[in-house]
């Protein structure tokens, strides 16, 4: 008798749930929803649960076809589209050397934190993932071969990402010595298949709740509520990776440079609440160049730091995909030497330029790196279920971070405070 009056008021809390979600209108509240109604009933009805993961793996086929063509265009874009870095000088090199030296330092904090939590150890979903084999080049040249295509198609074809992105690299690079009338056009077709991939995400995400509850439910029918003890570490393993990364890296970084971390902290306050609270890092863009700008940084720096700072410098993003991509790897009971996990740092810290903009992004470049070193991709949408409170720590964190780029570069130029 107990048992099915429980089993009652678990559903009737699924249900005012989504009455909850049904009044915020917005897709996050549903992935929640989703997430929760997914559990209940792997747990309630296990051998019909296990039946849902095809719903799942439509969700991964459309994600996949996402990834090549916008991870292509939105690197050329980003490339071919600077093609007047000549002209901005010292500050472009400065900044891009400040982005890279940062994210890697984020990618780094992110390994160690999940390879000391563990987060993913024992969860077991190697079941799930019909990808082939593990790649066999173990000797450096056979890697360092296996970074460049052979042929575009292929690459496409077989999901080799770290592929497509050099294609992507030496082809904007090509395309921004070409004149500009040459170049133009090839430029504004890929400006339109980025800004098309984007929508397609964008329609694509509308599914996302459907595919969680569907992963949810196949992972807690065929493993049982476990599973949510590992999702908690995850998520305590990201938070406080950040932290780290705050403490250890920006602090350090502006006691280096000289900041005035007091008032860069007031300044930055009011960008980072708006990046928490919509998890949209461009939503705080316009309130970030202003307030750096009331700080001292001089408006041609601001112009040019932040904006970029959106493609090259996602520290929360990479630490992020760093935390999760291993955490996969250790869910599927996948032993990754150090030599493998660099390698796969360094695809994550190459993907992951460009894609800001649109909701999931990091999504997006999580799959494709999955699909490229062969890791179940259960795994993947189990993560999906908590990114909504993932995604606010580590927008904050991009935010944050790109803030404190514009006034580094500023110091380093000796800019700052001058008025223009």
């Known amino acids: 008798m107990l048992r099915p009056m429980a089993k009652g008021a678990r559903w009737m809390v699924v249900l005012l749930l989504a009455g909850f979600a049904w009044r915020r209108k917005s897709l996050t509240p549903w992935i929640f929803v989703a ?4 559990a209940e009933l792997g747990f309630d009805a296990p ?16 994600i996949q076809a996402i990834v090549a063509p916008l991870i292509l265009a939105t690197l050329i874009v980003g490339i071919a589209g600077h093609g007047d870095l000549k002209g901005v000088g010292r500050i472009a090199l400065k900044a891009l050397v400040y982005f890279e030296v940062v994210t890697t330092l984020a990618l780094v904090v992110g390994l160690v934190a999940i390879n000391l939590s563990k987060a993913g150890v024992g969860l077991a979903m190697t079941a799930a993932a019909p990808m082939g084999a593990a790649p066999v080049a173990t ?5 360092l071969l296996h970074v460049f295509p052979e042929n575009l198609a292929k690459s496409i074809a077989e999901g080799q990402v770290l592929q497509v992105v050099v294609f992507a690299l030496l082809f904007g690079i ?10 133009a056009p090839v430029l504004r077709l890929c400006e339109s298949l980025s800004a098309v991939m984007f929508r397609f995400t964008n329609v694509v995400m509308y599914f996302a709740p459907v595919a969680v509850g569907a992963a949810m439910a196949y992972t807690v029918g065929n493993m049982g509520l476990g599973v949510l003890v590992h999702l908690a570490k995850l998520l305590a393993t990201l ?6 990364f705050g403490v250890c890296v920006l602090l350090p970084v502006a006691v280096l440079f000289r900041i005035p971390v007091r008032r860069f902290l007031r300044a930055v306050a009011e ?3 708006i990046a928490f609270a919509t998890s949209n890092s461009t939503a705080a ?11 001292g940084v001089p408006r041609r720096i601001v112009a040019f730091v932040i904006p970029a700072g959106y493609s090259f410098n996602l520290d929360g993003s990479t630490l992020y995909l760093a935390v999760a991509s291993i955490f996969v790897a250790q869910a599927a009971g996948m032993h ?5 996990q660099v390698v796969m740092m360094l695809t994550l810290m190459l993907t992951s330029k460009g894609v800001a903009g649109v909701p999931r992004a990091m999504l997006v470049v999580l799959l494709a790196t999955a699909s490229s070193f062969h890791l179940p991709m259960e795994p993947v949408f189990v993560i999906l279920g908590i990114d909504a409170l993932m995604d606010m720590a580590r927008t904050t964190v991009n935010v944050v971070g790109n803030c404190m780029a514009s006034v580094v570069v500023a110091k380093w130029e000796g800019e700052f405070g001058k008025q223009e």
Do not use: C, N
């Open 239 to 244: 938070y406080g990776a950040l932290v780290v």
């Open 271 to 273: 960008p980072a609440t």
């Open 35 to 38: 997430m929760v109604a997914g």
């Open 336 to 340: 990754l030497t150090v030599a493998q």
């Open 174 to 183: 090509a395309l921004a010595t070409v004149s500009e009338a040459k170049r």
């Open 285 to 295: 863009l316009p309130s970030a160049m202003e307030r750096m700008e009331m700080l």
């Open 47 to 62: 051998h019909v649960a296990v039946q849902l993961k095809v719903l799942s793996d439509i969700f991964l086929r459309l």
């Open 139 to 143: 000797r450096w040249d056979e890697v």
